[in-house]
């Protein structure tokens, strides 16, 4: 007998961590911290796991942490000083790509935009 595929139960809106009950905030620091951690891993690939001992100065359960994806724990200052050990530097773009959410806000405080 062959099953037919069923509906998704949700409809995602394109934001998984919206969809996942993130706030904008959360959401905004979380994508900040993971494409610095991209940037962090993508570098660090280049190096044998003692060889990162010594140039992030951390010991090998730190940085099998940080290469096995363990960084739940790990600060945005603390990855930014990864970085930094790694030699990346880091550039920002920063964009107003979720207006509503400000005038939401604003309307909640009864205050026009």
């Not at 394109?14 to 993130?22: H, P, Q, S």
Request: contains cysteine; glycine residues 6%; proline residues 4%.
């Amino acid at each position: 007998m062959r099953k037919t595929a069923s509906k998704p139960a949700h409809v995602t809106r394109g934001n998984v961590l919206e969809d996942l009950g993130f706030s904008p905030q959360q959401t905004t620091a979380l994508k900040f911290k993971a494409q610095l951690y991209q940037a962090i891993l993508k570098c660090a690939r280049h190096y044998s796991r003692k060889q990162l001992q010594v140039i992030l100065g951390e010991p090998q359960p730190r940085v099998s942490e940080l290469l096995n994806g363990k960084i739940a724990n790990k600060s945005v200052d603390k990855l930014l000083h990864y970085a930094g050990r790694l030699g990346i530097e880091a550039k920002t773009q920063f964009t107003q790509t979720r207006k509503q959410v400000v005038e939401k806000e604003l309307a909640l405080a009864g205050i026009s935009a």
